[in-house]
């Protein structure tokens, strides 16, 4: 492909390094087959691959460029309609493919978190997770439904233990889920993140509705009074210094209910400052 006149339309940033040559690779997961809220994140990889063209590779904050990162974009997972169990085993032979590379998962919703994490546990089997949600999806089932997106870190806190889990920005659950999770002492206050020591491994799942509707209203369940994008930006910046982050997702944008595409072009600026915050 010629550097100059031509560029992929359909791969984040326009990279071109092929999947071997990568150090980054981007999985779009077209999946939104639990959603309970609104309909149409299997939307959300493509429009957060067209809004990631409108922001500069360029990050002040993080001094660094997104051109220092050899990134790949291996497509998206062929997901199978109506088949949560089947969508997910492809979810987690996809991401076992990326092998040793740094993945960035962009869903659809939040279910897909799941076989993310169990391909990645086999290479960190003491892998943590800090989880940014508008919601602590610690249900036990939704409707009888143990695999939703509601459900999903109750899931994945079967598996690696609850104290491997840091919940950020939740304020929309039921009663027995914030039991749950003030028993575990497992939710953090914003504010007090900075000071949490992650050590080891540490994945992060980024769900758009942590923040607040007036900034990101194209989700599939907003929740009022939530963080500003400012806040976030901070925060990645306060605590990324001696994290070992091995990869994240962004998860619940949902284009059918987005304003201007605000909130892909939102999900594109946190993929970017994730990555260069994180990613070394
Ligand atoms: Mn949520």
Excluded at 185 to 203: H, Q, T
Excluded at 272 to 279: D, I, P, R, T
Aim: proline share 6%.
């Amino acid at each position: 492909m010629s550097e100059l006149y031509v560029e992929d339309p359909l791969a984040f940033w326009c990279n071109n390094y092929g999947l071997s040559g990568a150090e980054v690779v981007f999985l779009g997961v077209p999946f939104d087959g639990t959603s309970s809220g609104r309909s149409g994140s299997r939307e959300a990889p493509n429009s957060i691959r067209a809004m990631s063209y409108s922001l500069e590779t360029y990050s002040a904050s993080a001094r660094r460029d997104l051109k220092e990162l050899k990134m790949a974009d291996y497509g998206n997972v062929i997901v199978s309609p109506g088949d949560t169990g089947e969508s997910l085993r492809r979810i987690k032979a996809a991401v076992a493919d990326i092998r040793e590379k740094f993945p960035v998962v962009v869903g659809g919703e939040h279910i897909i978190t799941l076989p993310v994490v169990q391909a990645l546990l086999r290479r960190h089997p003491k892998l943590q997770v800090l989880h940014f949600d508008a919601h602590l999806d610690l249900k036990e089932d939704y409707v009888g439904n143990r695999y939703s997106h509601v459900t999903v870190m109750r899931r994945l806190a079967e598996i690696l233990g609850h104290k491997m889990i840091v919940h950020a920005g939740a304020r929309s659950f039921s009663q027995e889920e914030h039991e749950f999770a003030r028993k575990n002492d497992v939710l953090k206050p914003v504010a007090n993140l900075a000071e949490f020591r992650f050590k080891g491994p540490v994945y992060i799942t980024l769900d758009m509705d942590v923040f607040d509707p007036a900034f990101a209203p194209g989700v599939s369940t907003p929740a009022p009074a939530g963080m500003l994008p400012q806040e976030f930006f901070s925060l990645i910046e306060s605590i990324h210094d001696g994290m070992e982050v091995i990869g994240f997702d962004v998860v619940e944008v949902c284009p059918p209910n987005d304003t201007g595409n605000v909130t892909s072009l939102l999900a594109a600026k946190a993929i970017k400052e994730m990555l260069l915050a994180f990613k070394h």
